[in-house]
């Protein structure tokens, strides 16, 4: 993938996972951690660090019961996949697995949810 693609693909995550916290925030969960790494680091390398670490906020969505809208869903998103190296995907696998999470059930979801989007 070209530099330029690359660029509108990050511009494209930073723009969704921005969104996916407004609706969060009107579920009552603020997630300041993720904004703040948002501004410092910027969406991708956020996004990486967050899945690599370990995650209060991902236990919070999972009370929420709003795991499809962790940052760990979204770096498995396949339209976002030239974003992560497989080493933050399968990470983030793990973790959601562990949360009993069935993930390309999940993954299928939110891809069919986007095609009717579109």
């Known amino acids: 993938m070209q530099s330029d693609d ?6 494209s995550f930073g723009a969704d996972v921005r969104r996916g916290l407004a609706e969060l925030s009107g579920l009552g969960y603020d997630a300041t951690f993720l ?4 501004d410092n ?4 390398d956020a996004a990486r660090r967050l899945v690599m670490a370990p995650s209060d906020g991902l236990m ?3 009370a929420l019961e709003r795991l ?4 760990e869903m979204w770096v ?3 339209w976002y996949e030239p974003l992560f190296s497989k080493e933050v995907r399968d990470k983030a696998t ?3 697995r562990q949360l009993g999470v069935d993930v390309p059930a ?10 009717q989007e579109h």
């Open 6 to 11: 690359l660029m509108t693909l990050t511009k």
């Open 35 to 38: 904004r703040r790494m948002l």
């Open 41 to 44: 680091h910027g969406p991708v």
């Open 60 to 62: 919070r969505l999972k």
């Open 68 to 71: 499809d809208m962790s940052v």
């Open 76 to 78: 498995l998103l396949p």
């Open 94 to 96: 793990r973790k959601l």
């Open 106 to 115: 999940e993954i299928a979801q939110l891809v069919a949810e986007r095609e």
